[in-house]
T-cell receptor, first 115, second 116 residues
Framework: AQKVTQAQTEISVVEKEDVTLDCVYE???????LFWYKQPPSGELVFLIR??????QNEISGRYSWNFQKSTSSFNFTITASQVVDSAVYFC????????????FGTGTRLKVLA | NAGVTQTPKFQVLKTGQSMTLQCAQD?????MSWYRQDPGMGLRLIHY???????DQGEVPNGYNVSRSTTEDFPLRLLSAAPSQTSVYFC???????????????FGAGSRLTVL
């Protein structure tokens, strides 16, 4: 069965600090997709990044970076020089490709960036 | 460019009442799904569908029914509401396909349901 674990329930940092959000996943599939979504206080869910299981290159987008390591089944998300606007709940998700195509989400990490 | 539209945004029910949460998408997505979000529990999959006439259960299907008569619509029915179903509900859709690169889930704005 697929599973996504986000062990950090809540993280608080001071503005300009770097912060890493952890995501560990379990799947028997050899082909799968991993995602990060952001849920700001307004409540909508915003897509941040998608990574497939064959692409282990790390990705950087501005202050955001993602580290995908198949050896440890992890897909961690780092925010560099955090800002108050980064305060949100962040979800990691895994997409099954074995036939059901369903998406399984972790429990989320609430990030509070203090001014 | 509507995306995923959920109605209603807010609803208060009494225990035992029934209601339907509506979800419609205009992106021709094969895959549609319903999640509930509760504090500390993340997003839990209720039901999903990979095409018209095809539905399947997710992690927490009890107390909910779905149907998929068209590609566009995926309503979620609560047959006899219970206080445990108080939650925020999200509908989401995407393209299906095993290796589809265009498989990002697009979410609706959410529906907040309170069952008294």
């Amino acid at each position: 069965a697929q599973k996504v674990t986000q062990a950090q329930t809540e993280i608080s940092v001071v503005e300009k600090e770097d912060v890493t959000l952890d995501c560990v996943y379990e799947t028997r599939d050899t082909t799968y997709y991993l995602f990060w979504y952001k849920q700001p206080p307004s409540g909508e869910l915003v897509f941040l990044i998608r990574r497939n299981s064959f692409d282990e290159q790390n990705e950087i987008s501005g202050r955001y970076s993602w580290n995908f390591q198949k050896s440890t089944s992890s897909f961690n998300f780092t925010i560099t020089a955090s800002q108050v606007v980064d305060s949100a709940v962040y979800f990691c998700a895994l997409r099954d490709t074995s036939g059901t195509y369903k998406y399984i989400f972790g429990t989320g990490t609430r990030l509070k960036v203090l001014a | 460019n509507a995306g995923v539209t959920q109605t209603p945004k807010f609803q208060v029910l009494k225990t035992g009442q029934s209601m339907t949460l509506q979800c419609a998408q205009d992106m021709n997505h094969e895959y549609m799904s319903w999640y509930r979000q509760d504090p500390g529990m993340g997003l839990r999959l209720i039901h999903y569908s990979v095409g018209a006439g095809i539905t399947d259960q997710g992690e927490v299907p009890n107390g909910y029914n779905v149907s998929r008569s068209t590609t566009e619509d995926f309503p979620l029915r609560l047959l006899s509401a219970a206080p445990s179903q108080t939650s925020v509900y999200f509908c989401a859709s995407s393209y299906a396909g095993r290796n589809s690169g265009a498989n990002v889930l697009t979410f609706g704005a959410g529906s907040r349901l309170t069952v008294l």
